[in-house]
């Protein structure tokens, strides 16, 4: 193994498409994939820290074109998965896409956010995150930097959710709740305790059920995010209720490569999607994850 066995891989992929090939790099070296017949690429928005701005992290986001140029959203990219199997092939192989494009550039610092599907979640029986583990620790990215994100769905089934995370959590992951309310806050921290609880800032009614949530989730070591976040009055309804990361599209729009935390001064009110450009790429493989 070499000194950076992450570099290597990528430097191995070709440029451009080859017949067979799993992944390769396009034009500007960015690696790219494809999934029955639909590419796969990667865009990024931070999670910053509420107090200072500073970037802590980037949650990443699946970007898709079919064959005729036609950009996918997320969910219609996931129904071309007809098949529990095909569903797993795909959800690894867009957090291994991920994983590589975000690594690649060494961020020192900060924690990559991956959703899983909660089809997934259903369709894997145990030992959940084993596979994409061993696909990080061929690359030698640590486990610790990735935050696997359950699904708001998952919220109603406890006894399932706890089981899936703390698989994740043994295979050295850690863990964020995506919560559809403040109110479920109570029954989900007594259950198990989360490194994080996401909160849509369109859920919160005010400043202190926010307050509520955090005095309920710091007590038992999680830290609180407010999500989807786009104009300054609700960032500072998410400050007023003390929460400890804001993310949103105030502060950027998810860009094709991360923005790098050490470059990133902030002071005052971001502009929104300065520098940002959150575009499609098109691309072209990935029938299978690593």
């Given at each position: 193994?070499?000194?950076d066995?992450?570099?290597?891989?990528v430097?191995?992929?070709?440029?451009?498409?080859?017949p067979?090939?799993?992944?390769?790099?396009?034009?500007?070296?960015?690696?790219?994939?494809?999934?029955?017949?639909?590419?796969?690429?990667?865009?990024?928005?931070?999670?910053?820290?509420?107090?200072?701005?500073?970037?802590?992290?980037?949650?990443a986001?699946?970007?898709?074109?079919?064959?005729?140029?036609?950009?996918?959203s997320?969910?219609?990219?996931?129904?071309?998965?007809a098949?529990?199997?095909?569903?797993?092939?795909?959800?690894?192989?867009?957090?291994?896409?991920?994983?590589?494009?975000?690594?690649?550039?060494?961020?020192a610092?900060?924690?990559?956010f991956?959703?899983?599907?909660?089809?997934?979640?259903?369709?894997?029986?145990?030992?959940h995150?084993?596979?994409f583990?061993?696909?990080?620790?061929?690359?030698?990215?640590p486990?610790?930097?990735?935050?696997?994100?359950?699904?708001e769905?998952?919220t109603q089934?406890?006894?399932?959710?706890s089981?899936?995370?703390?698989n994740?959590?043994r295979?050295?992951?850690?863990?964020?709740?995506?919560?559809?309310?403040?109110?479920?806050?109570?029954?989900?921290?007594s259950r198990?305790?989360?490194?994080?609880?996401k909160v849509?800032?369109?859920?919160?009614?005010s400043?202190?059920?926010?307050?509520?949530?955090?005095?309920?989730?710091?007590?038992?070591?999680?830290?609180?995010?407010?999500?989807?976040?786009?104009?300054p009055?609700?960032?500072s309804?998410?400050?007023?209720?003390g929460?400890?990361?804001?993310?949103?599209?105030a502060?950027?729009?998810?860009?094709v490569?991360?923005?790098p935390?050490a470059?990133?001064?902030?002071?005052?009110?971001?502009?929104r999607?300065?520098?940002?450009?959150?575009?499609?790429?098109?691309?072209?493989?990935?029938?299978?994850?690593l």
């Amino acid at each position: 193994m070499t000194d950076d066995p992450l570099k290597e891989f990528v430097d191995s992929l070709s440029r451009g498409q080859r017949p067979g090939a799993d992944l390769w790099r396009d034009h500007r070296g960015e690696v790219v994939g494809r999934f029955l017949g639909l590419s796969l690429a990667s865009a990024f928005q931070t999670v910053r820290e509420a107090k200072t701005r500073r970037i802590v992290g980037h949650e990443a986001f699946i970007r898709s074109h079919d064959e005729a140029d036609h950009g996918l959203s997320p969910w219609s990219l996931f129904s071309h998965a007809a098949t529990d199997d095909q569903l797993v092939e795909l959800d690894r192989a867009c957090r291994t896409i991920h994983a590589i494009r975000y690594f690649v550039r060494r961020p020192a610092q900060g924690s990559l956010f991956l959703n899983v599907h909660g089809r997934l979640m259903l369709a894997v029986q145990e030992d959940h995150g084993r596979t994409f583990r061993s696909v990080l620790d061929s690359l030698a990215i640590p486990s610790s930097r990735i935050v696997i994100e359950s699904p708001e769905v998952l919220t109603q089934n406890l006894a399932l959710l706890s089981c899936v995370m703390q698989n994740y959590r043994r295979n050295g992951y850690r863990v964020a709740i995506n919560l559809a309310s403040a109110n479920q806050a109570s029954g989900l921290l007594s259950r198990f305790q989360p490194d994080f609880v996401k909160v849509d800032v369109r859920n919160l009614a005010s400043a202190d059920a926010l307050s509520q949530l955090v005095a309920r989730a710091a007590p038992r070591g999680a830290r609180v995010i407010v999500k989807r976040i786009e104009t300054p009055a609700q960032a500072s309804l998410a400050q007023l209720g003390g929460a400890d990361f804001l993310q949103g599209w105030a502060f950027d729009v998810p860009g094709v490569q991360p923005v790098p935390a050490a470059a990133d001064p902030i002071s005052g009110w971001p502009v929104r999607g300065a520098g940002q450009a959150g575009t499609f790429l098109r691309l072209q493989p990935c029938a299978r994850p690593l």
